[in-house]
């Protein structure tokens, strides 16, 4: 991961949630929770299995419960060394990936932008830091996505979720999804751009109705 809580959660960051008296605010944090392991490196067998029971989740007529279908359907079928070898293609390569997976390179062209600041600024106001572990820029789309679910499993209010959404991650996802969506090593990853899109989606609804 590529930031902390000062005061991490111990649950699972896929199959487990914080309890939560809010069964909608469980299923928001599970879902970024998922996208952020997805994104962060090549799944493991443990959130490919999770992500392979997923099917029917939801309403199976709506944008979302059609992304978890065909997740589950990938995420059944995908080979793990042909996985590693998408996520290498897509998101590392010789030099770089065919996409670059950061809110600084999406909103301005270029690495380590303004925005990378506002996001550090935001993220000590808010009790983050970087994991020692981890040299990449905190905007990282996996990165942003964990501080998503642990503002919501945390109860942080519904006026500072939606500033970090709209500032650091809404206002650059989508285009990101599409992406991926066509990207030429794309696989597996389809599928998890199809949900991304979709739940991102739902996600500036739902933020703008909770004002």
Aim: proline share 6%; with cysteine; net charge negative.
């Amino acid at each position: 991961m590529s930031v902390r809580q000062n005061h991490p959660d111990p649950e699972d960051p896929v199959t487990k949630n914080p309890p939560q008296p809010d069964m909608e605010h469980q299923r928001r944090a599970g879902i970024y929770r998922l996208l952020a392991a997805l994104l962060r490196d090549p799944p493991s067998a443990e959130v490919l299995a999770y992500a392979g029971r997923l099917e029917g989740e939801g309403d199976r007529g709506t944008p979302l419960g059609k992304a978890f279908s065909s997740l589950a359907l990938a995420a059944r079928h995908v080979a793990p060394a042909e996985l590693r070898h998408e996520y290498h293609a897509l998101f590392i390569g010789l030099g770089r990936g065919e996409l670059v997976p950061f809110g600084s390179w999406y909103l301005t062209g270029f690495l380590m932008e303004k925005p990378l600041g506002l996001l550090r600024e935001d993220l000590r106001r808010l009790g983050f830091e970087r994991a020692d572990d981890v040299h990449e820029p905190e905007d990282h789309i996996a990165a942003l996505c964990e501080v998503m679910a642990y503002l919501i499993a945390d109860g942080v209010d519904s006026d500072t979720q939606r500033h970090f959404f709209q500032t650091h991650l809404g206002n650059w996802a989508a285009d990101f999804f599409n992406d991926l969506a066509v990207a030429q090593a794309a696989v597996f990853y389809r599928s998890v751009a199809r949900l991304g899109r979709a739940f991102t989606d739902l996600e500036s609804h739902y933020l703008t109705l909770h004002d």
